[in-house]
């Protein structure tokens, strides 16, 4: 024969079961704050050495001379590793700095930086090469940099300290982003 059950022992089985609820409902919440804090953290680490390369290019008179080139800003806050450089002139991969002097007819010096494998920290910047000319009296800089600008284009591929990788690009805006990749290309860019 069964004995009844009192209405204390239903009422404590009740409140244990809902005990083990909450419990469950709250390890539950833990685990979700758990989760979206490290995400956060994540995310803050990513930021503070996140680098973001600036590409311009530069016109300069010095004395008679007008200097033409290309500096590489990192306007980040992280350091930055050049793993490569892609310089095209009329959509044409460039593909060494022999033959980008070629196409810098009539300058009568240059100088120019190795930049792949370089680190950019924050804030710096590096000039990549420079062409110089005999400046004629009808010369004017901007006009040279409008031309140029229209026939020239750089892909400058970087990564953090994280190796999170990105592609600037010289697309002639104001503010050009960065295009995300997983790595940066090996080959088919030219290398200064």
């Not at 290019?57 to 050049?82: C, E, H, K, M, Y």
């Not at 006009?143 to 697309?171: F, G, K, P, Q, R």
Request: glycine share 8%.
């Amino acid at each position: 024969m069964s004995q009844p059950v009192s209405p204390l022992r239903l009422r404590s089985d009740h409140l244990q079961a809902v005990g083990t609820l909450a419990a469950a409902i709250a390890a539950l919440i833990a685990l979700f704050v758990a989760w979206d804090q490290g995400r956060v953290m994540r995310q803050e680490i990513r930021a503070s050495v996140w680098p973001a390369l600036q590409l311009d290019g530069f016109s300069t008179q010095r004395n008679d001379d007008i200097f033409l080139g290309l500096n590489i800003q990192n306007a980040g806050v992280g350091p930055a590793r050049l793993d490569s450089i892609a310089i095209f002139y009329q959509g044409a991969l460039v593909s060494d700095l022999e033959a980008l002097s070629e196409l810098f007819a009539g300058h009568t010096g240059r100088s120019a930086t190795s930049v792949t494998g370089r680190i950019i920290g924050a804030g710096d910047t590096v000039e990549v090469f420079a062409f110089q000319f005999p400046r004629a009296e009808d010369d004017d800089a901007v006009e040279i940099m409008y031309a140029l600008a229209s026939n020239y284009s750089v892909d400058v591929c970087y990564c953090s300290v994280l190796d999170e990788c990105w592609i600037a690009h010289t697309s002639g805006s104001a503010n050009p982003k960065p295009e995300s990749v997983d790595a940066c290309p090996a080959q088919g860019v030219s290398t200064l």
